[in-house]
Structure formats: structure tokens, C-alpha cells
């Protein structure tokens, strides 16, 4: 009877260990945790390269990017020609200068729906968000499917997703604005060349699922001119599959907001993937706009940090009942005999 009672207990016990451990499995989570990026400095760029990435900066007129590697500089203590890049600074970057290009880049971008610097990619997002750049470009890729030329299939279908974002933005009072910035940020990757060839694979398929491309070459057949364009663009998106590619494109306007809309784009060709492209924005918050340098300088293997154990709560109790229920089966496994009292 002992012994029948005393197995009984142990598989309750061995199943209360076996559930256990399934929990606290599931509080086991990892936390990334960002490259450190002084060790990186210190141990792989001089002196003699930051001053080179200083001066080049300066005398191409990138005074932006100058006062990037001169930050990094001061912030991890080299002993350069500060004194001379900010009077070199004064000197050249003034803001006659500073407001005659942005204003020129800025038309040139909302116009042409390219840019290099921060003024014409502004330009062309800003047309983005009027639908007018989106139309534009959706517009032409299709002219070029009617005269059987090359069709970048990805800025057509990232020009109908934005279609359909800016008429969800403008009915949901902006809630689906970073998502509309995030896709524009990454059509205009993919028109300036930024964009990896295995992250645009990546990005066609979250963007097929959304906007399909054949159904709106079959739709606009029927019909002529920009409104037929619109018309077709609003049929062949799909509201109910985007949740992916907001996702991503959530990441991309935080990378935004942590850098700038030029740094953004530049910084795309890092990315090769979705998850590279989460390693980016948990950098870039970290960094801002310090985070293009370090990039430059570095390489990818900025976005490469290691991996802590993420405590939690939940993770603690199920220690806690995986020890109890551990110590029972062990317990009930190998009981402790009892010593028979010495007769006489």
C-alpha cells in the first residue's frame, strides 16, 4: 500500500516538474543587448582616421557629417584639431549657404521624387504624403509595362501600399502616418540604390501580400488616365495583410526620428534583413545621429551586440515551483528507509 501510494505521488510530482519546466521555459527570454561601441572605437579606428573623415567631410561641403565624426571624437576622448574643424565650420557652413541649397533640394525632391541630402529626400516624402508622388510613380511604372520596358515591380507595389496607407492616415486621423513615412522612406532606399538585393525580396513579399500588382495592371486596362491609376491602386490593396509590412515600416520611421530622413536612407544598405533592420533602430536610439558614423567606420558589426538573459517575475516563479517539484520527485524517487528498532 506505501509503496503504491508513494508512486502515485511521484508521478504527480514528475508531471508537476515536467510543467514546470515547460513554464519557465517560456519566461526564458533574451534581451539584445547593442555592440559596445567604445571598445570597437579604441580598439579599430586611429586618430589619423577620424581626422581624415573630418577634413574629407569639410571640404566636400557635408558639414553635417563633420560635426558627426567630431562628436564621436569628443565622445570617446581622442585628442584632435577641434578648435580648427569648428572654425573651419564657422567659416564655411552658413546659413546664406544652408538656405538657398535646402530650398533647391527641397523642389527638386517633391518634383523629381529623389534626393540626396536631407532637404530633397524631404521634398519627395512630402509629395509622397500629398499622394501625389505615389500616384507619380505608380503612374510610370505601369507607362513602362504598356511600352513593355523594365517595371521595378517594388516601387510600383510600395506606390500602391502608400495609396492605400494615405487613405487609411487621413480616416484614422494619423494613427497610420509613421507606417506611411516608413514605406515612403524605403521606396526612396530602393530609387536611390540603398536597398539590399536580399532585403528587397524580403520587402516585395510583405508588399505583394498588400498591394497586388497583376490585379491592378488588369484593372487599370480598363480605364485611362490618373484617376483610373487611383481607382485601381485603391481595388488591389489589401488592408487586412499589412500588419507585417507596418511592422517593418514602423522600424524605419523610428530610425528616422532617432537620425534624419538622408542618414535613414543611407544606412539602408546595411540592411539585409528583417532583423537587421530591428538591430538598426534599437543602434540608432541608442546613438542617434551618431549612428551613420559609427556605421561608416565600423561596419555592420555595429549592429552585432551580444544576448543577456531577460529576467522577469513569471521567470522567478517558475524557478521557484521547478526547484519545489524537482526536490518532491527526488523525494518520492528514493525515499529514505527507516531504520528497524533492535529487538532483544
Known amino acids: 500500500m506505501g509503496s503504491s501510494l508513494r508512486l502515485i505521488f511521484l508521478i504527480i510530482s514528475l508531471s508537476a516538474f515536467a510543467v514546470s519546466l515547460k513554464q519557465l521555459a517560456g519566461h526564458w527570454e533574451y534581451e539584445e543587448a547593442p555592440a559596445d561601441t567604445h571598445q570597437l572605437m579604441t580598439s579599430h579606428i586611429s586618430a589619423q582616421v577620424l581626422h581624415k573623415n573630418i577634413t574629407t567631410a569639410i571640404n566636400n561641403g557635408h558639414f553635417d557629417d563633420a560635426r558627426m565624426y567630431i562628436s564621436i571624437g569628443k565622445q ?95 480616416g484614422t486621423a494619423g494613427s497610420a502616418a509613421p507606417a506611411k513615412a516608413g514605406v515612403s522612406l524605403v521606396k526612396m532606399a530602393k530609387k536611390t540604390r540603398q536597398l539590399t538585393p536580399p532585403f528587397q525580396k524580403q520587402l516585395l513579399r510583405m508588399a505583394g501580400n498588400v ?56 544606412m539602408m544598405k546595411y540592411v539585409e534583413s528583417t532583423k537587421d533592420l530591428r538591430h538598426l533602430a534599437k543602434v540608432t536610439a541608442k546613438h542617434g545621429k551618431n549612428t551613420k558614423g559609427y556605421l561608416a567606420l565600423l561596419g555592420k558589426g555595429v549592429l552585432r551586440g551580444g544576448k543577456i538573459i531577460k529576467k522577469t517575475v513569471g521567470f522567478f516563479i517558475g524557478l521557484l515551483s521547478t526547484l519545489v517539484s524537482f526536490l518532491f520527485s527526488v523525494l518520492f524517487l528514493f525515499p529514505t528507509k527507516k531504520k528497524k528498532s533492535a529487538t532483544n
Do not use: C
Not at 108 to 137: E, Q
Not at 231 to 247: G, I, W
Not at 253 to 266: E, F, G, M, N, Y
Open 76 to 170: 570617446h576622448g581622442y585628442g584632435l584639431y577641434y578648435e580648427q574643424y569648428q572654425q573651419q565650420l564657422r567659416e564655411q557652413d552658413t546659413n546664406g549657404r544652408r538656405i538657398k541649397d535646402n530650398v533647391g533640394n527641397f523642389v527638386g525632391g517633391f518634383v523629381s521624387g529623389k534626393g540626396s541630402s536631407g532637404a530633397g529626400v524631404a521634398g519627395a516624402i512630402a509629395a509622397d504624403f500629398t499622394v501625389v508622388g505615389d500616384v507619380r510613380d505608380l503612374h510610370t511604372e505601369y507607362t513602362h509595362y504598356q511600352k513593355k520596358e523594365p517595371v521595378d515591380e517594388l516601387v510600383a507595389t510600395l506606390s500602391g501600399v502608400g495609396i492605400g496607407l494615405t487613405a487609411l492616415a487621413i
Open 211 to 266: 498591394f497586388d500588382w497583376n490585379g491592378f495592371l488588369k484593372a487599370t486596362q480598363k480605364g485611362k488616365g490618373m484617376k483610373s491609376v487611383v481607382r485601381s491602386a485603391k481595388k488591389a490593396y489589401h488592408p487586412k495583410a499589412v500588419r507585417p509590412l507596418e511592422k517593418m515600416a514602423g522600424q524605419v520611421s523610428k530610425i528616422h526620428k532617432s537620425s534624419s530622413v538622408a542618414d535613414t536612407l543611407h
